[in-house]
T-cell receptor, first 108, second 115 residues
Framework: QKEVEQDPGPLSVPEGAIVSLNCTYSNSAFQYFMWYRQYSRKGPELLMY????GNKEDGRFTAQVDKSSKYISLFIRDSQPSDSATYLCAMKATDMRFGAGTRLTVKP | EAQVTQNPRYLITVTGKKLTVTCSQNMNHEYMSWYRQDPGLGLRQIYYSMNVEVTDKGDVPEGYKVSRKEKRNFPLILESPSPNQTSLYFC??????????????FGSGTRLTVV
């Protein structure tokens, strides 16, 4: 079993839809949780950074962490074609572990 | 502009021919790391460095070398590349306080093909 599991998709939604991206993990020692966005032919860029459980909101993006269920989510409201990218979850105790990424396409 | 710069962006080489991928950051970050990204496997860490002259193995270090002689540079060396090292490589850096690192800044990637 991988330490971090992420559905690779692909996920295709119409513009304006609410998108839900998820990861599950097995290591209860993870304390820092991140989401990265990776456009084609680019490196990942940090989108959201949260510590422990709870919610964090930044504009159209909301990150949720449920440590009791070992489950994290990223919600994108009013999705735009410019949100089309691969989204990677990442989590850290001492070492950083990445999910394999979910490819999202937002169609105009 | 704060950034991590990798070179080259694309490289095709032959088996056994030594190569170096350079990485430089201008953010005065203590922590630097190399990853390879393969379909279905995600990002896997090759080597990392907590500071100058301090390097350690990641999850997939076989066939790679690194050095950290200066804070800003962290080159990745493949002494004798093999086809299974064909991959997309990323360098990343992060602020570090003690053993705690924060969100990473990634370079734009180097696509390496070994034939």
């Amino acid at each position: 079993q991988k330490e971090v599991e992420q559905d690779p998709g692909p996920l295709s939604v119409p513009e304006g839809a609410i998108v839900s991206l998820n990861c599950t993990y097995s290591n209860s020692a993870f304390q820092y949780f991140m989401w990265y966005r990776q456009y084609s032919r680019k490196g990942p860029e940090l989108l959201m950074y949260t510590y422990s459980s709870g919610n964090k909101e930044d504009g159209r993006f909301t990150a949720q962490v449920d440590k009791s269920s070992k489950y994290i989510s990223l919600f994108i409201r009013d999705s735009q074609p410019s949100d089309s990218a691969t989204y990677l979850c990442a989590m850290k105790a001492t070492d950083m572990r990445f999910g394999a990424g979910t490819r999202l396409t937002v169609k105009p | 502009e704060a950034q991590v710069t990798q070179n080259p962006r694309y490289l095709i080489t032959v088996t056994g021919k030594k190569l170096t991928v350079t990485c430089s950051q201008n953010m005065n970050h203590e922590y630097m790391s190399w990853y390879r990204q393969d379909p279905g496997l995600g990002l896997r860490q090759i080597y990392y460095s907590m500071n100058v002259e301090v390097t350690d193995k990641g999850d997939v270090p076989e066939g790679y070398k690194v050095s950290r002689k200066e804070k800003r540079n962290f080159p990745l060396i493949l002494e004798s590349p093999s086809p299974n090292q064909t991959s997309l490589y990323f360098c990343a850096s992060s602020l570090a306080l003690g053993l705690t690192t924060y969100g990473y800044t990634f370079g734009s990637g180097t696509r390496l093909t070994v034939v």
